[in-house]
């Protein structure tokens, strides 16, 4: 088939990639030349493991990009992978996105009307309505926005040019940072929300070489529904965590291991051994944000959903426990303290909520002098923080540093010991479960 992917940025480009991949004809919009450019150049725009050696080997013959919305009726389907920024209330701005609903409308209206070669100038060159279909996470009641938008792109009521150019869907997507490609490649679920049959089938025509390949359970719904599918999901994960981070800090002040606990726990197959690592919680750009989005949209609708707010209460809550676990080791004023990991997980280099950022403004509000240290994000972190000392590596990091906070579990951070013996007076403090308790170091697990 033919797709047209709007907006690349993480979910746009891996899915973009990933269906040139398959076997598709990917045309990937983005209204960023700069983007653009690298993507027709073979490159990726962001770091994702695989991502860069699918877009080398498809681009300029399967994936190609352009800034141009025209390239949509020419493809048989179309994705919106746009951003959707969060209001200060935490619900959803769907702006950007009912701008490019509206664009690719407009692309295809547009289309309808240029007199065909041997027709009469009116004949819609597809038979059956466009499918516009949202990847982008947006709540059930914005859907509604966003085929208004989709209306008004194709003109009026988007009945009225006989058959309906173009029609909603949605086809949310559960991949993960960090292991985008490969989670492309082997889901647990595909969603798909239409309200056609027509829109179905495309979507089941696009996904069937998955779908042969991995015997992937399909999942077929309304719009909304599919939507509620992904909030619920990504709610139900953040929540778990948070509930474990609970049980885990009431594990710490009675002196047990979270961990050791949740390692038994998970041996029910009800609560499943995964999502179980307590610690400093969770960040991202999905589900602080999801979250979210799904509590401002649950209150506008009139219901409050107390365990949801509890989670982010929970959530906030660790990057201060770590530090106090901090304070009653080391008075870090006028103290050199080194943050290890500035991603908000292990694999990416995206620090978009991460725990990292309260950490380093905790520290400095009691007058550290806060050194960072992360694999690959410190260039996404030097935009959050421009005037942070960064290090090449951890050992620059831990020398003559009075302490260690270890935020995001990257491997390395599990050897690192002759660095640590280096420092003077080794303090470590771990929000991940990921540097070993041992001799000659003072060492306090979040919930362990
Ligand atoms: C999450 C979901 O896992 C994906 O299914 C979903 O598609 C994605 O959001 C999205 O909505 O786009 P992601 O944010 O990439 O994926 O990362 P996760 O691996 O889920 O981790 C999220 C956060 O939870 C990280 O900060 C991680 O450190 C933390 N976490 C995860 C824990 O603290 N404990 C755990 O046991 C697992």
Known sequence: ????????????TTLAASLADLGHTVTAIDIDEEVVETLNAGAAPIHEPGLEELIAEHAGDRLSATTDYAAIPDSDLTFLAVQTPSTPDGSLD????????????????????EPVADGD??????????????????????????????????????SSAGPAIAELATNPEFLREGTAVSDFRDPDKLVFGTDSASALDRLEELYAPLVAETDVPVVRTDPETAMMIKYANNAFLAAKISLVNDLGNACKEFGLDAYEVMDAIGLDDRISERFLRSGVGWGGSCFPKDVDALRAASRTAGYDPALLNAAVEVNDRQPERLLELLDAHVDVANERVAVLGLAFKPGTDDVRNSRAIPVIEGLRERGADVVGYDPVATETMRERFPDLEYAADAAAALADAAAAIVVTDWDEFATLDAEFDAMADPVVIDGRRIVERREGLTYEGLTW
């Open 1 to 12: 088939m033919h797709v047209t992917v709007v907006g690349s940025g993480y979910v746009g």
């Open 94 to 113: 769907p702006t950007a996105l009912a701008a490019a609903t509206e664009m690719a409308g407009a692309a295809l209206a547009a289309d309808v009307d």
């Open 121 to 158: 100038g009116t004949t819609p060159t597809d038979p059956v309505p466009h499918p516009v279909v949202v990847k982008s996470t947006v709540t059930p009641p914005a859907l509604a926005t966003l085929r208004g938008a989709l209306a008004d792109g194709v003109g009026g009521d988007g």
